[in-house]
């Protein structure tokens, strides 16, 4: 028998993954869930009403790359497809992204015919960055900060402006700490073995590239044929783990919720002790951690003290949420996805997201503030309200968006720990983790956001990875 930590998107996954191994292999796998709280789902949380939906994690799905094939086939499996709302190329959602900088709202060049023309806050047209890159020498290294990279490759206002407000926007971090391998791993490879990323992907043009061997549902074909920019679930994104867990449900697997792990004991190389809050012992052959790594670490240190201290060093960030609905038919917003601000604005806010541009079917305006990240305590503390960060978030919007209604309906959530970062290092430290595993020939296999990739479609494909 196996047991899975965790009831987010991670462990349903990878509950979906044994399922589909026992029907392809003629296994019969047992396995069970063990969630600690009353939810299945993670930090994927819908708020839904007849009026609208307040998202209180992700909101949107990327369709492209395996990874995001991947998932679509999956929620087709799941009988989703006809709940999937696409949002594609030629939508304002897809096309207009903007940045706050210098006390006003610009919107990045999304175009070819962009690349020539300047665009505040950029002094010059982002082809300048392209010649930056070519004349450049290159450094040698074995990692670098995102940040670094891009301001020695294409210069500071990129950097600035372009990439750290993005590293807000996926991960609440700080892009002089994140590793340029957790979004730009070719490029960086291209910089390292040919001296450059323009030069690098002119070479690359001229091999030949390998083909996926995954079969495309035809959900994942028709996202490529109508070039899809990014999608939502009908109804509040949260629709996506509850049809995973009702998939586990139906097909018997036994899901304990309220049932919190305090230590797991390595017996031998096939038996795993789970001792929960109760007292209780869970005796399995082997276990599929989806929770944080620093949740882990506290199960794990009695018996292995190193590799608690490894999964300990990947930090955490904290992000506040404020989600506000305004029922009025007065526009108090443009077309668009949002903006973000740039950390060298010094603002306390990451950026604001327009869901009721994004999101299909809400009546009125909705926004999402999103507030401190990588900045949280220093910005707020460590006994912030949700009422004072309602009232910054509505300070911010009032002063950047002009908005002064009074919202309708207003949530916040204080998401403590939520997102993990990917700093210098990351990677190799994920490899000496896992390689501890193997040396120590523990029963145990790493899914989740905390290892492979934060992103939705990171998470789901660890969970087939470390199955198969």
């Known amino acids: 028998m196996a047991a899975i930590l965790g009831g987010g998107l991670g462990g349903l996954s990878t509950g979906y993954y044994l399922l589909k191994n026992n029907l392809s292999n003629n296994n019969n796998l047992k396995f069970l869930l063990l969630e600690a709280t009353n939810y299945c789902g993670g930090w994927i949380k819908s708020i839904k009403t007849k009026d609208y939906v307040f998202e209180q994690g992700p909101r949107t799905i990327r369709p492209k790359g395996v990874v995001g094939l991947n998932t679509l086939n999956m929620i087709q499996d799941l009988g989703l497809s006809e709940h999937v709302l696409p949002i594609k190329s030629d939508h304002p959602a897809a096309k207009n992204r903007m940045i706050y900088a210098n006390n006003s709202l610009h919107l990045l060049p999304s175009g070819f015919k962009g690349v020539f023309q300047r665009n505040e806050p950029f002094s010059k047209p982002l082809i300048y960055a392209i010649f930056k890159d070519l004349w450049n020498p290159h450094k040698q290294l074995q990692d670098d900060s995102i940040y670094n990279f891009v301001e020695r490759r294409f210069g500071k206002e990129i950097a600035d402006y372009a990439i750290a407000p993005m590293i807000c926007g996926i991960c609440a971090g700080d892009a002089k700490e994140i590793s340029v391998k957790f979004l730009m791993r070719t490029l960086f ?37 109508e070039k899809w920019n990014v999608y939502t679930i009908k109804g509040g994104i949260a629709n996506f783990p509850a049809s995973l867990l009702q998939h586990l449900k139906e097909n018997n697997v036994d899901i304990k919720l309220n049932n919190k792990v305090r230590e797991i004991q390595f017996v031998d190389s096939s038996t795993v002790k789970l001792i929960n809050n109760s007292g209780e012992e869970i005796i399995t052959n082997h276990v599929y951690s989806s929770i944080p790594s620093h949740a882990l670490a506290d199960l794990v240190v009695k018996q292995h003290p190193e590799l608690a201290e490894n999964l300990k060093e990947i930090p955490f960030v904290t992000v506040g949420i404020v989600n506000l609905y305004f029922k009025t038919n007065k526009t108090l917003i443009s077309p668009a996805f949002g903006f973000l601000v740039p950390p060298i604005e010094n603002s306390p806010i990451l950026g604001v997201v327009f869901d009721s541009c994004c999101i299909p079917d809400q009546n009125g305006t909705v926004l999402t503030v999103m507030l401190g990240g990588r900045w949280f305590k220093e ?83 660890s969970a087939k990875t470390q199955v198969q």
């Open 189 to 225: 490879e291209w910089e390292q073995n040919h001296g450059g990323v323009v030069k690098g992907m002119f070479k690359s043009m001229f091999k030949t590239k390998s083909e996926s061997d995954m079969q495309l549902s035809e959900l994942a074909k028709k996202a490529q044929e």
């Open 379 to 461: 910005k707020f503390g460590n006994s912030v309200t949700e009422k004072e960060l309602f009232d910054i978030a509505q300070r911010e919007l009032r002063s950047i968006l002009n908005i002064m209604e009074e919202p309708t309906v207003y949530n916040v959530n204080i998401l403590d720990k939520c997102i993990p970062q990917y700093v210098i290092g990351h990677y190799e430290r994920v490899e000496k983790i896992r390689q501890y595993i193997q040396d120590h020939n523990l029963p145990i296999s790493l899914v989740g956001s905390s290892y492979d990739g934060v992103g939705v479609n990171d998470v789901i494909y």
